[in-house]
């Protein structure tokens, strides 16, 4: 183990490397267990050294068939970014080959990037360049990207975005109490069951106060194919969302109304996104608003709309089968929440008026009308969302 402990380390540095730029929370400190875990296991059996370096360095369930990939290649070939390299260069020769999963996809990006540059010239033999491609910034790029053409350091990128955008919903009364010595109100059975530890005489009067905590989130979010650009990208926010705080529920409908809460709790987005689009079958397909708010308020108002719960409304309201049952369907979510919130893309335009027949059904069934269609229409969102006080009933908020 000594001998070649020179070797390991810069091998297991460099594999530490190839996982961090696949997006996994690897350090010096993992770097430095798995060296430590390897002298106790040795090198002598391949299944020993997978298990304890999997034990050190990952730390999260959905992060173990990455891991296993990266091994598998890593340490079977170290150089084979190369290879990796020279087979991309020879996929427009071949068919389209099968979608591979996002691990492989991360995992060819990880290694590609990881080939050092050849036959670089040194800075002061090269001419000066300049660059008069139009750009714009990486945060207008990610609001039209796809999110299945991301590279795992644009989903980093994105991830950094969306971190900055808390959605602290202002706390509500509930009807839990909690111990608390400076409370408002008296606990009279604390009281009581105190006084016997000391013959039933009272000494002093416990008190209580009121829990209070964020209400419920329900998101409803439209996926047909004039919404679908939008939905990819608020779907990164929900999922921020719903991997910060609890009681988050996520439904998204287009043709039909699908639940997809539990997909998004996955921490990976990736892997969220990729359960997403398995669960959900009518992806940039046609829209029925009021069919699918039917089918909610029948289904799952009762379930997740308690406690007053704030509903997200994202539609633009243009609706295959024009207005029929919108306003009903519109009206009973309204009355069945605390605070309706439509999000609508089509509000972008200076010129908007209302003239399709779903918006004019929806509209006065509304608390807050706002557009969703870049970071600043989503911090604009938040900061609402933290406040308690709502716009008009059916006005467009700024």
């Known amino acids: 183990m000594r001998e070649g402990s020179g070797a390991l380390a810069a091998n297991l540095a460099a594999f530490g490397r190839l ?23 040795g090198l002598d059996d391949r ?19 990455l891991f296993d990939q990266a091994f598998r290649l890593f340490w079977r070939d170290p150089e084979a970014g190369r290879h990796a390299a020279m087979l991309a260069a020879l996929e427009g020769q071949k068919p389209p080959p099968e979608k591979p999963p996002p691990a492989s996809r991360r995992l060819a ?14 800075p002061e033999e090269q001419p000066p ?19 299945e053409a991301m590279s795992a350091a644009e989903i980093a990128a994105a991830k950094r975005e969306i971190r900055k955008l808390v ?46 905590r964020p209400p419920p989130l329900v998101a409803l979010c439209d996926i047909s194919g004039s919404m679908a650009r939008y939905a990819q990208i608020l779907l990164h926010f929900l999922h921020a969302v719903a991997n910060d705080r609890d009681r988050v529920s996520t439904f998204l409908f287009g043709t039909r109304l699908s639940n997809v809460t ?4 996955h921490r990976d987005p990736e892997m969220a996104f990729e359960q997403v689009a398995k669960a959900v079958p ?82 006065p069934h509304v608390d807050e009308f706002r557009p969703v269609h870049n970071l600043d229409s989503l911090r604009a969102l938040v900061a609402s969302l933290s406040s308690s006080q709502a716009a008009p009933r059916g006005r467009i908020a700024a």
């Not at 539990?262 to 709790?265: A, G, K, V």
């Open 47 to 65: 299944r020993r050294f997978h298990a304890a370096l999997r034990a050190v360095m990952v730390r999260r369930r959905e992060h173990f068939e």
């Open 167 to 212: 959605l602290p919903l202002d706390a509500r009364r509930t009807r839990r109490f909690r111990p608390d010595p400076a409370g408002p109100a008296v606990d009279l059975r604390a009281t009581l069951r105190e006084s016997l530890r000391s013959g039933g005489e009272i000494l002093e009067l416990s008190r209580r106060r009121r829990v209070t």
């Open 282 to 363: 009518d992806w940039s397909g046609g829209t029925r608003i009021g069919e699918s708010l039917t089918l909610f308020n029948r289904l799952w108002s009762r379930r997740v709309l308690g406690q007053g719960a704030v509903v997200l409304l994202i539609t633009d309201g243009l609706d295959r089968d024009g207005a029929e049952g919108l306003a009903e369907a519109t009206d009973r979510l309204r009355h069945s929440c605390r605070r309706l919130v439509w999000l609508n893309p089509l509000l972008r335009y200076a010129g908007f008026q209302p003239k399709s027949q779903g918006i004019r059904a929806m509209l």
């Open 129 to 147: 360049e300049i660059d008069m491609t139009a750009t714009v910034s990486a945060v207008e790029r990610l609001q039209s990207m796809d999110f």
């Open 262 to 265: 539990r997909q998004l709790r």
């Open 19 to 41: 996982l961090r730029r696949m997006g996994l929370p690897i350090g010096p400190t993992e770097t430095l267990a798995a060296m430590e875990a390897l002298t106790i296991t």
């Open 109 to 122: 990006e990880a290694m590609q990037a990881e080939r050092p540059k050849q036959n670089q010239k040194p």
